[in-house]
């Protein structure tokens, strides 16, 4: 799968692994920049786990709560703001970059702003990552929906294999056969190393 210079990884849900994929992109390109400008759990003082893993600066939001990111923010008497979002991207990015969005495509970052505003208002395409398992093909063919009804291009959907269970033998296939976008696998990493997600991301059918 050729990824564009620039990209928006979105997931169909949280805890898919959009911060890994992100990881084994950067990992094999080492001139691409990873950046994750919201964060929610994220300890004060830290950048949190999946900025550290990117090797990104502290979020434009970092936000300490592990709720949607609207509610935390609301928490800290604070609101995401959109203008501030692509002054920090544009401050830390680079000509190659990759943005790792938060949760889901419509995740809401405050109670008129959504993750989806943020990749249109930046305006690349986006890679879709889906988690192998039970109910992967309906929530992967939405998400893809909902992208191409932003006016957004879809360069890509990966499925990452992290926690196979049975429908895993056939969502990947069904999958490529239901898109018009490529489809490839990330298979379990039984060691987070920069070097084996490389090769991962490399190697991916």
Not at 179 to 202: G, K, N
């Amino acid at each position: 799968m050729r990824l564009p210079e620039r990209v928006f990884v979105t997931g169909t849900d949280t805890d898919v692994g959009k911060s890994l994929i992100s990881f084994a992109i950067c990992c094999s390109d080492a001139g691409r920049v990873g950046l994750k400008p919201v964060a929610s759990g994220v300890l004060l003082g830290t950048r949190g786990e999946d900025a550290d893993l990117l090797g990104a600066p502290l979020p434009c939001y970092a936000l300490r709560a592990p709720l949607s990111p609207h509610r935390a923010a609301l928490l800290e008497d604070r609101e995401v703001q959109l203008p501030a979002l692509l002054d920090w991207v544009e401050r830390h990015g680079s000509e190659r970059m990759l943005v790792e969005g938060v949760g889901g495509w419509t995740v809401p970052l405050s109670w008129s702003l959504r993750v989806s505003d943020l990749a249109v208002a930046l305006g690349w395409p986006v890679l879709v990552v889906a988690a192998d398992r039970l109910g992967a093909i309906n929530h992967t063919l939405l998400t893809v929906e909902a992208v191409l009804g932003s006016g957004l291009p879809v360069c890509g959907v990966v499925v990452n294999r992290r926690s196979p269970d049975h429908s895993s033998l056939h969502n990947l296939n069904d999958l490529r056969k239901l898109l018009d976008v490529p489809v490839r696998a990330f298979e379990h990493l039984p060691a987070l190393t920069a070097e084996a997600a490389a090769a991962a991301w490399l190697s991916a059918p």
